[in-house]
């Protein structure tokens, strides 16, 4: 059951048998007022909160108790005046003041109740809160998809792309970034052993901050005049000597060996490009 405080307007929970032990009154604990609860109460918290007598235009006229218990009011306060040397009270009720019943010995101490739809309000909170956390996180693993091959090249955002693509269970491009690849040294001579061609050799270092995909190598021959003789693709597998070379590791230098035939025309020269 519920009631109504008809000083402060605080709803509380009621419970039935203690209110009758206390014949229905009732020590509201937020303004700290006695009322009598019987006459107010509700089955819920809305019935208690619409309008009640104490809300109406007009106040109610007192019952013979309450007529009773205000007379004898205010005869105490009348026997207790304290006069001074001059005749005059040195004390006087102030007629202003709202009058506060005594305590009884059997009041219920009410506890205000939260009104309905505060918890609602919270989980309403929380929904709304996750709701947004999820839009944010979609946001971004649609820029992680669609912006992915051309974001996922910065070193500095691919720890946290990778680490959206995990819950979205997508893969980003491998890391490949030719201008953070530096030549330490490359040449081409003769074949060693006695072999009828030529020995290209290639000392390449990865100085990015991450591991990175292997290169692919384009070699061009040339004539003395710069004429192309023969121009080859080598991929990773191709001189490495590996089905799957993996990632090229950092700071390490990667040494390449490859072994050319001889072609017809003389070799005057050569250069290599990095793809």
């Avoid at 290209?200 to 003395?224: C, D, G, H, K, W």
């Avoid at 490859?258 to 793809?275: D, H, K, Q, T, W």
Wanted: proline content about 8%; glycine content about 8%.
């Amino acid at each position: 059951m519920y009631t109504q405080c008809p000083g402060c307007k605080t709803v509380f929970r009621i419970d039935v048998a203690r209110l009758r032990s206390a014949h229905g009154e009732v020590l509201c604990q937020r303004c700290h007022i006695v009322f009598n609860a019987l006459g107010a109460l509700s089955e819920t918290v809305s019935e208690a909160t619409s309008e009640s007598p104490g809300n109406s235009a007009l106040p109610p006229s007192l019952g013979p108790a309450e007529t009773v218990a205000t007379s004898r009011y205010e005869q105490e306060m009348r026997q207790d005046t304290v006069h001074g040397a001059d005749g005059l009270p040195s004390f006087s009720a102030d007629a202003n003041r709202p009058v506060r019943r005594r305590v009884p010995e059997r009041s219920v101490e009410a506890p205000p109740v939260e009104p309905e739809g505060s918890a609602d309000s919270r989980f309403a909170g929380w929904g709304w809160g996750l709701g947004s956390t999820a839009l944010l996180l979609l946001a971004l693993g649609q820029l992680a998809v669609f912006e992915g091959p051309r974001l996922a090249q910065q070193e500095d955002l691919r720890a946290g792309l990778e680490w959206l693509c995990r819950p979205l269970r997508c893969s980003l491009p491998e890391f490949h970034q030719l201008d953070r690849i530096r030549i330490v040294d490359r040449a081409l001579q003769a074949a060693p052993d006695d072999i009828d061609g030529f020995e290209f050799s290639l000392i390449m270092v990865n100085q990015a901050r991450l591991p990175q995909a292997y290169p692919t190598l384009r070699l061009a021959l040339t004539e003395v005049n710069g004429a192309p003789i023969a121009v080859r693709q080598f991929k990773p597998e191709e001189y490495l000597g590996s089905v799957r070379p993996g990632s090229m590791p950092v700071g390490q230098p990667v040494e390449v060996r490859l072994l050319l035939a001889r072609p017809a025309r003389e070799i005057g020269g050569f250069s290599f490009e990095l793809i």
